[in-house]
């Protein structure tokens, strides 16, 4: 099957996306290795919604075969491709909130299972810990979703770290709820903040894929104290 791939790139990096597949993501240094590495990487986020009970085909699909569609560069992440644009359908919500519930979920299983006293603690200098980890995905979904805004509100407070869990799971519900409620105007219209353009579709793509691009790194560093404890 073909997945027509979204290719952004900005100084020292590169990210594919695609928008038939929420939350599936290439990333590395240079293009060239971002195609590369691409199919296997859509094979292997097809093992995960089939593992995790996610369905956006009628049939199994056996092979893959990833087209480069768009192609831009800038100086920053956050471009707007032409496949951003058309307003999504309900089918297409459903999918990224299908996807975003799940990844969401997931990290706050692992969050969760961290014993507290190690969710705050850093392993060398200029790193994150769970703690941080958690509260930027929180910081940036709410982010994402303001963009559908004439106007951008301001960002949420911080919270402390005992109501970090319960307010992301209220959070989420809430964008869910505002994702789903989108008028057909609302779907197709874009909105221009700090000079960058935001649609439905492109929230519903950089949300999911944030969603799911900080569990690999938060599950090692779990890993990592859980073997320094």
């Not at 928008?19 to 993501?25: A, D, W």
């Not at 644009?85 to 299908?98: G, M, S």
């Not at 219209?189 to 938060?218: D, I, S």
């Amino acid at each position: 099957m073909e997945f027509y791939a979204l290719i952004e790139e900005w100084p020292g990096e590169c990210i594919i996306s695609f928008r038939t597949l929420p939350g599936c993501f290439s990333k590395a240094s240079a293009p060239q290795q971002a195609i590369q590495q691409a199919p296997q990487v859509v094979a292997d986020y097809l093992r995960w919604l089939k593992k995790n009970d996610i369905f956006f085909f009628e049939d199994e699909i056996t092979s893959v075969n990833v087209m480069p569609k768009e192609y831009l560069r800038g100086v920053k992440a956050g471009v707007l491709f032409e496949a951003d644009r058309p307003a999504p359908t309900d089918q297409e919500i459903d999918n990224a909130l299908n996807v975003a519930a799940t990844a969401r979920a997931q990290l706050i299983d692992l969050y969760d299972a961290a014993p507290l006293e190690q969710r705050g603690v850093t392993l060398a200098p200029g790193t994150w810990s769970l703690t941080q980890q958690l509260q930027h995905v929180r910081h940036l979904e709410s982010y994402y979703i303001a963009c559908l805004n004439e106007q951008l509100p301001p960002p949420p407070p911080p919270v402390d770290e005992a109501d970090l869990l319960r307010t992301f799971v209220e959070n989420a519900m809430d964008y869910e709820t505002l994702l789903r409620q989108l008028t057909p105007e609302q779907r197709a219209r874009v909105y221009v903040h700090n000079g960058e353009e935001w649609t439905a579709a492109k929230v519903l793509r950089r949300m999911t894929q944030h969603l799911r691009e900080h569990y690999p790194a938060m599950q090692e560093l779990a890993r990592q104290l859980g073997s320094h404890a």
